[in-house]
């Protein structure tokens, strides 16, 4: 019976596990490639037939450290919502499988040159071949294959169904039945000369097949979205290993002597790569050189190895015959640390570290699984204004025995991160300024302590330098072979992407320029002198939010657009990268797919359009999409409406604003979902909006800036008008009964709009609210609210203006809130008690960050239904209790009481 319960609760944890991270059931599929010239290159694809769960409505969650991810599954009453492909003939062919309505399913054969779309075969001929073969129940239009191969030469079809594999002539329909096994290659990932050098992006779950083909051992990285590395361990000659990943992740290989012998970014499907003894270029093997973690004790080539006793720095020789004191400043409080040989090994570079205040948050669960007393969990947590932690800048000349302390700031924000120049003596390192108004690239001769800055950036207001998640982009990129940077910036008013010569400091030019914002750098190929990124904006015609995708060179000329369609985009590269199927939609529309040839960004041929008629057939309407000016009356808001299914336009409905303000990127959706957006607020009798106010992320500067010393604006003043404007278009929308709840930074939203905005903004939800700057992390609030802490966090916190209130606040909080420590929430509360304020409250017992799990959202729903729709909150006591023990036996409570009795005598 153990043994059955623990495996149901294992389940049940795996089953927690991926909902919250937002991948489920992923459905496999291996591509394989078909020959030409009369031999199979061949290939496999498991072709899952299982069908997904229908959709679950999404949460909407804001991807941030403010507020995390909700999760989506895909439902299997969109059609064609997505293509497999799966590439041979030297990548200038590729097959798919279309799976529709009522269980059928075609097969589609794609030649990209000619752009020439048509079914993989006769589907009726090949049936009835096979039921000519012996086989039962074969309907045309739902054949079981399961893996499937092209030899285009001679027009000859290999496919499996169960265990049996066939070979079909297409000229006759002749088949015979293979005795061996279906061969099982699968095609190599993107090659070393065009894999980009970090992770760009988390696509679907997928995985790489790594074949160490060398005669020595040899080592796998996993680069991360900054470019560094961290080890999945050693394959030995021969061996072979499936490596989970993800779409978009960067994968290095590297021989015993740490030479790159392999670099692939995985795609979409599972792909294999084979590790073979030829090495990358030469422009990767300089630049890894270079760039990889150097020994921290040991001297490469030397004779020293280095070491800290009692916090300082010594040497010792590598026959442990000298031992020699360096430094005599370190102590148990400013202790040397991150020792780094310079590669000319004449210098050892060491940083005297004193730390902050490392003060810590508490967290009180009240309510332990295993009963007994409370328990108490403390941990270090950085709030506006504490003293980082600060590294200190430390030279010894190892031949000479001497330390130099260069003239330098010492840096109080993240750790040093070196990266040496060819010279083997100079390195550079980038330095935040606390407040986020200045960023360098500082450069440091090691031998002099010399030092300048290669880039010197300012502002007035922020530097968009952390929490920059939603931006696939490294600020910094350098270009190893011609010591260049390609430097992302705002300083024009748009964040773009300048060419900077690392030996003049000086801007070569300026690649992109325009009224449009840079997302992501995807690929930065040096050798072409192309940067290939995402943008958004550059279309005028088309919400300046949708993602395209671009190639342009080093000097600005050359601009390609690879996308073109109304929508947001995503690409698959074809394996050899000179096709792209894209894949576009919008809220209000289903996804396109089209073939576009990379060379210039031209469409080859439509492919396909989503079929949504079985979500028409059950009366699903999407969102509409919502545009109208904001404050300033010249920039365009946007916005999406949700509406009730049955709704009847000579009635009136109450307005509920989802809210989430964070700087750190904007949250209308823009991809179209199946899902009833909102669906529990719009069958209760809602109309509910979300919008993007001034102060979040993917617009100018300008209007990001707005957010600067300011929380409390949360784009307020275009929310209204926005929501005016709606009404005043749709008469059924209530202006006069608007309601908002939100989360974490959308908690500090939807109870400000009852503090600041009283006059509009009537009933407010406020979960896990970071309800004052300066009682939430300092990263976070730095970046936006400024640094030293000043009056412009008293102007935005809600306890300073609890006074305030207006209307009906609810405020919900998990006390176990490992992200906004839930004292915020309850500080609220005590000012608001002194101020002699109605409110509700819900705590959480054992709960983290978020809106109090389905508890919590049914109790907003109630909340908001009740002050708004005037609806009498339903007597969920009078319902019976659920078949649990822990419930239905009041002994459970004594006996839980009885522990703590225990455990206090």
Not at 118 to 128: G, I, Q, S, V
Not at 135 to 163: C, K, S
Not at 785 to 803: D, L
Request: hydrophobic share 35%.
């Amino acid at each position: 019976m153990k043994s059955t319960l623990d495996k149901a609760m294992i389940s049940l944890v795996a089953v927690v596990f991926i909902l919250s991270t937002g991948r489920c059931n992923p459905i496999w599929n291996r591509a394989f490639i078909g020959g030409t010239e009369g031999s199979i290159q061949t290939v496999w694809s498991i072709v899952n037939d299982e069908k997904e769960d229908d959709a679950v409505l999404d949460t909407n969650m804001a991807i941030s450290p403010q507020q995390r991810r909700g999760f989506r599954r895909s439902d299997n009453r969109v059609y064609k919502a997505g293509i497999t492909p799966h590439w041979f003939a030297d990548n200038m062919h590729f097959w798919y499988r279309n799976d529709l309505r009522a269980g059928l399913r075609e097969f589609i054969l794609i030649d990209a040159v000619k752009g020439v779309r048509k079914p993989a075969f006769d589907h009726e001929r090949l049936a009835n071949a096979l039921k000519s073969a012996g086989m039962t129940d074969v309907h045309w239009n739902r054949l079981p294959i399961q893996d499937l191969a092209f030899r285009l030469a001679d027009n000859t079809l290999y496919f499996r169904i169960g265990e049996n594999s066939w070979q079909c002539d297409l000229e006759i329909y002749k088949l015979q039945k293979l005795d061996v096994p279906f061969p099982s290659e699968v095609p190599s990932a993107i090659s070393i000369d065009i894999a980009p050098r970090a992770s760009t992006r988390t696509g679907a779950e997928t995985s790489l097949t790594f074949v160490n083909r060398t005669s020595g051992e040899v080592e796998l990285f996993w680069l991360d979205a900054a470019g560094g590395k961290h080890s999945y361990g050693k394959l030995e000659p021969g061996e072979e290993r499936q490596q989970h990943t993800y779409a978009g992740h960067v994968w290095r290989i590297v021989d015993s002597k740490g030479a790159i012998l392999s670099m692939s970014q995985a795609e979409d499907y599972p792909t294999r790569v084979e590790i073979t003894e030829s090495k990358g270029t030469d422009a990767l093997r300089r630049m890894e050189g270079r760039q990889r973690n150097r020994p921290r004790s040991e001297s490469s080539g030397g004779r020293w190895k280095a070491f800290v006793r009692d916090g300082n720095v010594f040497i010792r020789s590598n026959d442990n015959t000298i031992e020699i004191q360096l430094s005599h400043d370190g102590d148990s409080h400013q202790s040397y640390g991150m020792l780094e040989w310079a590669p000319d090994l004449k210098t050892l570079v060491a940083f005297r570290i004193e730390p902050g205040d490392q003060k810590e948050v508490h967290l009180i669960e009240s309510s332990p699984k295993g009963g007994g007393r409370a328990v108490l969990h403390s941990r270090s947590y950085d709030l506006p204004g504490d003293t980082f932690t600060a590294y200190e800048l430390n030279l010894f000349n190892v031949g000479q025995k001497t330390q130099l302390k260069p003239d330098m700031d010492r840096i109080d924000f993240g750790r040093p991160r070196l990266r040496w120049n060819t010279d083997g003596h100079r390195f550079t390192y980038e330095k935040i300024d606390r407040g986020h108004q200045r960023f360098r690239v500082i450069e440091v001769d090691s031998h002099t302590g010399n030092s300048r800055n290669i880039i010197d950036e300012r502002s007035d207001t922020f530097i968009w330098t952390a929490h920059t998640e939603n931006i696939q982009l490294n600020r910094v990129n350098w270009i190893p072979d011609s010591n260049e940077i390609v430097y992302a910036s705002e300083r024009d008013g748009w964040r773009h992407l300048y060419l900077i010569d690392a030996e003049t400091a000086q801007i070569k030019n300026q690649i992109t320029q325009g009224q449009f914002v840079v997302r992501a750098i995807d690929r930065i190929d040096q050798e072409q002198r192309q940067v290939w990124f995402r943008a958004s904006g550059m279309n005028p015609e088309q919400d300046p939010y949708f993602i395209h995708y671009y190639r342009i060179n080093f000097d600005g000329s050359g601009l390609v657009a690879l996308t073109e369609g109304d929508g947001d985009h995503t690409i698959q590269y074809s394996p050899d990268r000179a096709y792209i199927i894209d894949t576009y939609s919008r809220v209000d529309t289903p996804p396109v797919h089209e073939l576009r040839r990379v060379s210039n960004g031209r469409l080859v041929c439509e492919l396909e359009k989503a079929d949504i008629s079985q979500l028409e057939d059950e009366g699903r309407q999407p969102p509409e999409v919502f545009v109208t000016k904001g404050r300033d009356g010249k920039t365009n808001i946007w916005g999406i409406i949700c509406r009730p299914t049955n709704l009847d336009p000579e009635k009136k409905y109450p307005i509920v604003e989802d809210i989430y303000a964070g700087p750190q990127s904007a949250y209308v959706p823009k991809r179209f979902s199946s899902s009833r957006r909102y669906a529990l607020l719009t069958d209760l009798g809602f109309i509910v909006v979300k919008i993007d106010g001034m102060g979040t992320a993917h617009r100018s500067k300008a209007f990001h800036d707005i957010c600067w010393h300011n929380l409390k604006d949360a784009g307020f003043e275009d929310r209204i008008l926005w929501i005016k404007s709606a009404a005043k278009k749709y008469p059924y929308m209530d202006a006069e009964k608007v309601g908002i709840y939100g989360t974490s930074a959308g908690g500090q939203n939807a109870a400000g709009a009852l503090l600041f905005h009283p006059e509009f903004y009537k009933v407010a939800v406020a979960s896990c609210g970071c309800h004052d700057n300066r009682m939430d992390k300092a990263s976070w609030n730095e970046q936006w609210m400024g640094y030293p802490v000043g009056p412009q966090y008293t102007e935005s916190s809600n306890i300073e203006n609890a006074w305030r209130l207006q209307g009906h606040l609810m405020l919900i909080v998990g006390e176990m809130d490992t992200n906004v420590p839930p004292e915020s929430t309850m500080r609220f509360v005590d000012a608001l008690i002194k101020a002699d304020k109605d409110f509700e409250l819900l705590i959480i017992p054992g709960s983290g960050h978020g809106s109090g799990g389905a508890y919590g959202e049914r109790r907003c729903r109630e909340f908001l239904a009740h002050h708004l729709l005037k609806a009498s909150q339903p007597d969920t006591n009078s319902q019976l209790p659920p078949e649990d023990l822990s419930v239905r036996n009041p002994s459970f409570l004594s006996e839980s009481l009885n522990k703590i009795g225990k455990n206090s005598m």
